[in-house]
C-alpha cells in the first residue's frame, strides 16, 4: 500500500475513532476481511476526503448524515451508527425529534418512524457501552 493510500486509510480511522472510539476495529476487520483496499476506497473518500473537511463542523455534518440516511430508507445498519455519532459529537434527543420531522416533511411518515426507531436503537446501545 503507497503512502498516500496509508495516509488516507489512517485519516479515515482516526476521524471514526473521533465519531465512536470502537468503530474504527469493527470496520477494519469487517472490510479487510473481504479486500484489503475496500476501507481506503470506501472509507478514504467518505470520511478522509469529504467529512473532513472544514467547512462544515462534525456535529453538523452528522446531523446531515442522519437526516439523509434516514431519508434514503435504505441503510439501516449506516444511520443507527451515524445516530450514536451524532449523539458522541453533542447532538440532543431534541435535535434528533427534529431531524425526524424534516424527514417526515420531505421522505414520509414512514421514513421518520424508522428513523426514530433506529434513534431509540442507538440511544439505547450508547447507554449500554
Request: cysteine-free; aromatic content about 4%; hydrophobic content about 50%.
Given at each position: 500500500?503507497?503512502g498516500?493510500r ?11 475513532e473521533?465519531?465512536e472510539p470502537e ?8 472490510l479487510?476481511d ?11 473518500f467518505?470520511?478522509?476526503d469529504v467529512?473532513?473537511r472544514e ?7 452528522e ?5 439523509m440516511?434516514g431519508a434514503?430508507?435504505n441503510a ?7 445516530l450514536?455519532?451524532?449523539m458522541n459529537?453533542?447532538?440532543t434527543?431534541?435535535e434528533i425529534v427534529?431531524?425526524?420531522l424534516?424527514i417526515?416533511v420531505y421522505?414520509g411518515i414512514?421514513?421518520?418512524?424508522n428513523?426514530?426507531s433506529?434513534?431509540?436503537a442507538a440511544s439505547?446501545a450508547?447507554?449500554?457501552?
Amino acid at each position: 500500500m503507497s503512502g498516500a493510500r496509508t495516509d488516507r486509510r489512517e485519516e479515515a480511522l482516526a476521524l471514526l475513532e473521533r465519531l465512536e472510539p470502537e468503530a474504527p476495529g469493527r470496520v477494519a476487520d469487517n472490510l479487510d476481511d473481504f479486500h484489503p483496499q475496500a476501507l481506503e476506497t470506501l472509507l478514504g473518500f467518505a470520511f478522509a476526503d469529504v467529512v473532513s473537511r472544514e467547512g462544515i463542523d462534525l456535529k453538523t455534518r452528522e446531523m446531515l448524515t442522519v437526516a439523509m440516511l434516514g431519508a434514503m430508507g435504505n441503510a439501516p445498519g449506516q444511520l443507527e451508527f451515524h445516530l450514536r455519532a451524532a449523539m458522541n459529537t453533542g447532538v440532543t434527543r431534541e435535535e434528533i425529534v427534529e431531524i425526524a420531522l424534516q424527514i417526515a416533511v420531505y421522505a414520509g411518515i414512514p421514513a421518520a418512524m424508522n428513523a426514530m426507531s433506529a434513534a431509540k436503537a442507538a440511544s439505547r446501545a450508547r447507554e449500554g457501552a
